[in-house]
């Protein structure tokens, strides 16, 4: 089993910054992928952006390209998600996820196998 632990969110004006991290335990050992998805409430949980295990894959969603930046550190296990020019419309619940896999295309349409509980960022206009 491993588990994931956001922190980060907050409260920020349109226009600023935010870094999420969230850091798994447990068995951690191995290859996995991560990846960052967001729930706005009353819509299905979407996409945001992952990194394959070993880094030299990234995804994003195209609402948040160029703006998101997703990265790694493997001797933490932790895994980052710089967020950038933030707009309204990026306010939701920020969810880690973890994939045991060596693939490292298809990123985005992955069934992760593990969670976490997620941390809330709220973009006010």
């Known amino acids: 089993q491993v588990q994931l632990v956001e922190s980060g969110g907050g409260l920020v004006e349109a226009g600023g910054s935010l870094r999420l991290s969230c850091v798994a335990s447990?068995?951690?050992?191995?290859?996995?992928?991560m990846a960052w998805f967001r729930q706005i409430l009353g819509k299905e949980r979407e996409f945001v952006a992952a990194l394959s295990w070993n880094g030299g894959n990234t995804e994003y969603s195209d609402s948040v390209k160029g703006r998101f930046t997703i990265s790694r550190d493997n001797a933490k296990t932790t895994v980052y998600l710089q967020m950038s020019s933030l707009k309204p419309e990026d306010t939701a619940v920020y969810y880690c996820?973890?994939?045991?896999?060596?693939?490292?295309?298809?990123?985005?349409?992955?069934?992760?196998?593990?969670w976490g509980q997620g941390t809330q960022v709220t973009v006010s206009s």
């Open positions: 996820a973890a994939d045991r896999t060596v693939v490292t295309g298809g990123l985005r349409t992955r069934e992760y196998d593990y």
């Open positions: 447990g068995r951690t050992f191995g290859p996995y992928a």
